[in-house]
C-alpha cells in the first residue's frame, strides 16, 4: 500500500513493526558483509596455496587469480556501504564531535 493510502485506511505498521523491519535490514547488510569477508578469506587461502605449490621457488604471484577475489570483495564493499548509510547522518556528526 501506499503510505497516503495507509494513513487514510488507518492501516500504519506499529512502532515494533517498524523497528523491526529496520532491525531485519541491518542485519541482513551486516550478514551479507560477514559472509563476503568469509568467502574472500577462504578465496585468498585458496589462491596463496596453489600460487605456493605451483612453483618450486616460493610464491608464484603470476598464477594468482584474482577475479573472484576483487568481486568478493566488491560485494563485501558495497553491503559495508548499504548498511552504514543506515545510520542517522546526526549521529556521525556528534560521533566525531
Do not use: F
Request: aromatic content about 6%.
Amino acid at each position: 500500500k501506499t503510505q497516503s493510502n495507509m494513513v487514510r485506511e488507518d492501516a500504519l505498521p506499529e512502532l515494533k513493526q517498524v523497528i523491526t523491519s529496520d532491525m531485519g535490514v541491518r542485519y541482513l547488510y551486516r550478514n551479507q558483509l560477514l559472509t563476503n569477508m568469509e568467502d574472500a578469506k577462504a578465496e585468498l587461502k585458496y589462491q596463496l596455496k596453489a600460487a605456493s605449490s605451483s612453483g618450486s621457488s616460493g610464491l608464484q604471484y603470476d598464477t594468482i587469480e584474482a577475479d573472484d577475489l576483487l568481486e568478493l570483495l566488491t560485494e563485501a564493499r558495497k553491503s559495508c556501504d548499504l548498511w552504514l548509510s543506515l545510520i542517522d547522518p546526526n549521529d556521525v556528526r556528534l560521533a566525531l564531535e
